[in-house]
């Protein structure tokens, strides 16, 4: 697809499929929140004011989480105009812009970059074009931080890299680490996404054993097939990448 159709298929995201997969009431917030919280908060910046750009904001999951956690220099950037309506009415800062247009024009330099379940959409040039730009707009010593569907889980990766028609690509710990590494970013560090946040539950619990069970059996199975790198296998991935000072 070119950049015109994706458009069209971006302009109604919302209507047309995100709002199936997400309801956007209260408790779904929440439950973001604490997601993000114990999956993301140790890798953001210490200071409030520290200036932090997501890419692809969809309907502001993570920018909730921003505010809610008390930072306050924050800029969400989204291609569709339902989901840029979806936030304002909800007071989040953010701007219609595509992503690669965006990252091109702007001379703002930002302290951490992150992109939630965007990186996928795009095709492989797409990816270094992508890389390049975010790179250039961190700050010495800033952080982009990215979550991809993990290609290396048997159950849902097929699922999906087809659940979505503007999907392109999956990726690995291995590929993940290898186009940052190829883009100049160091101290890479790839690591599991922890669905199992809520331990107020008690099937919490019994989850996050099964998951760690299931892990292991998956473990020894790639390890039987010789294939020695493939650590983690969980719906998807997360990647912290720092810019050298």
Known sequence: MDRKEKKQLYDSYLSSHFKDIHPGDTKEFSRYYSYFKKNYLPYLPQQKASR?????SGMGHFLNFLKMEGYHNYLGVDICEENIRFCRERDF???????????????????????????????KPEVFQFLDLAYKRLSPGGKLILKVPNAANPILASSTRYMDFTHELLFTEESMSQVLRISGFNQIMIYPQD?????????NYIAKFLNFVINCILRLLFLFYGRTTTKIFTKNIIAVAMKGL
């Not at 932090?52 to 692809?56: N, S």
């Not at 669905?195 to 099937?203: A, C, D, G």
């Open 93 to 123: 800062n953010v701007t219609q812009a595509d992503i690669f247009g965006f990252l091109a024009e702007t001379s703002e330099l930002f302290d951490t970059i992150i992109m939630n379940d965007v990186l996928e959409h795009f095709e």
């Open 195 to 203: 669905l199992y946040v809520f331990s107020r539950n008690p099937l």
């Open 52 to 56: 932090i750009l997501e890419l692809g």
